[in-house]
């Protein structure tokens, strides 16, 4: 396996290279308000009351993270008084005796905080911001006395996939119909029940017991399968009814995705939310999918899991990536998501290193539980009529691989797409991706194709490893896509792109916008929002401008020395030091709450 050093030091221009990290906070392109912000001086950081925190050393994922935002009922405005059309007449009345959200909207109007920015992107690209009264950019849509202007009567709304409330109440009773699924489950465990030698065998005249003849067929287990159960589903249908969910497709028939060359942007937990896949999509991603969610989650209808599944209609190749350890809960998870979201393709995850979810034999814990991995895959495969990917580890313990060995599982199991992120459960992210053992799994897969996954931080990256290893047929893009989003674009149109620091700030405002859209533009949501952009700077400053680069391209486990950038936003930009990734947001968002604290999902110090 190749190896990399974490320290080794990536070279730059000994003109931008200083002692210490110390970045003027005062910005040429930039307003006057946004100077003074950047210019107030950082709060000093506290120590965490509780003793354990202190002791505790942190690897990987911080756990002591608390919320970034509480909010009181009692300084929020009741939501039969948020959206009040300005043609309204009368309010309207809560009838909650015990209600305990403020029902004055003036006295509400006068304790809220002032409005971050006098324009409503919400407003301005949809004519109308369901947020109303509580939104924080609401003075470009409100009357004086708190009424909502709505400029267009059509509002259409971008995002698909909503958990709709039957839906929710029929998960929440266990009163969904899974009858297709359990026909599969049941199907599966007939065929793979081993026969029963302790019942009496039919005998001939003779008293010989008759030996059972098998039917020899050219079928696959998982076509027969599947004809098996559209033979059981059909069974007792009466008139002229629709029969798309009677007459399974064949593996062959079910709809194809053409993988070949497309540029993917893997699933990544937290990080990968929905507005930050739309500005992937305009750099050039070719097919998006959304975070982890877990299956039994999905199951209970959480609406915090569900928001991992919506959709931006400029997703044009959307899937959702579901997470679980046994085959009834995620073949239900394959029936509830074809029948109830817009989605292109189901994926499996098998490389999950949180402990959490390998104890419980999910993510990599299905890499040693061959036999229910089988079982999950062919399950969901028969009760969907959609294309089912696996993204996979290449195993568990260090320099062990174990993937090769899984290839016939999953081209019985026929599965559309085979990703391979080049490192094991215990390597996480300290070695470079094993390319070479990615490609030795692809000669294996035989017809379904093998992307790889790991390290691709430059156009030069990606044509080293499409040209040198010829049986992978694409690649997924993730830390790199953190790093720089535009990495999408550089692959496509063959080139460095030395983006300058008002671009990049021009990319981080439509974050926020696309944030604001996505998870409202109330106190709720403007901290939702800033939280996700705090997370995802905590990436974003380690990429390093290409003209600051003495050799570029920049490689993906490379530590920068202390440097300036070639303006004062550039230097901000590259900052570790998470103060001034608040002031960022700050510029955006407006002042953080009194008492906010922010710890990144991932050490902010470690190059992974």
Not at 281 to 289: L, M, Y
Not at 389 to 400: C, E, L, M, N, P
Request: aromatic letters at 8%.
């Amino acid at each position: 396996m190749n190896s990399s050093n974490n320290d080794d030091t990536v070279a730059i221009k000994a003109q931008y290279v200083v002692e210490r990290h110390e970045p003027k906070l005062v910005l040429d392109c930039v307003s006057e308000s946004d100077k003074t912000k950047l210019t107030e001086e950082s709060p000093p950081s506290k120590k965490h009351k509780n003793s354990k925190y202190n002791k505790k050393v942190l690897k990987g994922q911080n756990k002591s993270r608390g919320p970034t935002f509480r909010q009181d009922r009692e300084s929020t405005l009741c939501p039969k008084l948020i959206d009040v059309n300005e043609s309204a007449e009368e309010l309207p009345v809560c009838g909650n005796d015990k209600c305990q959200f403020i029902h004055d909207v003036n006295t509400y109007l006068a304790s809220k905080p002032s409005d971050i920015q006098e324009e409503c992107y919400i407003f301005n690209t949809q004519g109308y911001c369901p947020r109303g009264a509580t939104c924080r950019f609401g003075s470009s849509h409100l009357t004086s006395n708190g009424r909502n202007i709505k400029r267009s009567e059509n509002v259409e709304n971008c995002n698909t996939n909503f958990l709709s409330y039957d839906c929710q109440h029929s998960l929440r009773k266990r009163t969904y119909n899974f009858g297709k699924t359990e026909q599969v489950i049941k199907q599966y465990d007939e065929k793979k029940r081993p026969p029963d030698t302790s019942s009496a065998e039919p005998k001939s005249a003779e008293g010989e017991i008759n030996e059972p003849v098998e039917k020899t067929t050219a079928k696959g287990e998982g076509d027969q399968l599947a004809e098996n159960i559209t033979a059981e589903v059909t069974e007792n249908r009466l008139g002229a009814t629709d029969d798309s969910d009677l007459i399974r497709l064949k593996p062959e028939e079910k709809k194809k995705i053409t993988w070949k060359n497309k540029l993917v942007l893997s699933p990544l937990t937290t990080v990968g939310n929905l507005p930050f896949r739309r500005i992937c999509k305009e750099f050039g991603a070719d097919v998006t999918c959304g975070e982890m969610a877990l299956a039994s989650s999905l199951l209970q209808g959480m609406p915090q899991e569900w928001a991992l599944v919506r959709r931006h209609k400029t997703e044009d190749v959307f899937g959702v990536q579901v997470c679980g350890n046994n085959p009834h809960v995620m073949t239900k998870c394959a029936q509830l998501l074809e029948e109830q979201t817009d989605i292109d393709f189901i994926d499996v995850n098998l490389g999950c290193p949180i402990d959490l979810i390998y104890r419980e034999g999910s993510g990599s814990g299905l890499l040693r539980r061959t036999r229910v991995l089988e079982s999950i895959l062919t399950c969901m495969n028969n009760v969907t009529d959609i294309p089912l990917t696996v993204k996979t580890r290449t195993g568990i313990s260090k320099d062990a691989n174990v993937v090769h060995s899984l290839m016939p599982i999953f081209s019985r199991s026929k599965v559309s797409l085979i990703s391979i992120h080049g490192r094991t459960r215990e390597q996480r992210y300290t070695k470079s991706a094993d390319w070479d053992y990615i490609e030795e799994c692809a000669k294996l897969a035989g017809d379904v194709p093998v992307f790889g996954n790991g390290d691709i931080l430059s156009y030069e990256d990606y044509n080293e490893k499409m040209e040198k290893y010829p049986h992978i047929n694409g690649v997924l893009i993730a830390r790199g896509a953190l790093y720089k989003p535009w990495l999408f674009t550089e692959i496509k149109e063959q080139r460095h792109w030395d983006i300058s620091s008002s671009e990049r700030m021009d990319i981080i405002k439509k974050y926020v916008n696309y944030g604001l859209e996505h998870w409202g533009s109330d106190n709720k949501g403007v901290e939702n929002t800033r939280r996700f952009l705090l997370e995802w700077l905590s990436f974003l400053h380690r990429y390093i401008p290409v003209g600051l680069l003495e050799h570029p391209p920049q490689k993906i486990n490379q530590r920068p020395p202390h440097y300036v950038g070639r303006d004062d936003l550039e230097t901000l930009f590259a900052s570790p030091n998470c103060h001034d990734w608040i002031k960022i947001s700050e510029m955006l968002l407006g002042p953080v709450p009194e008492g906010f604290h922010f710890l990144p999902k991932h050490k902010a110090s470690s190059w992974k």
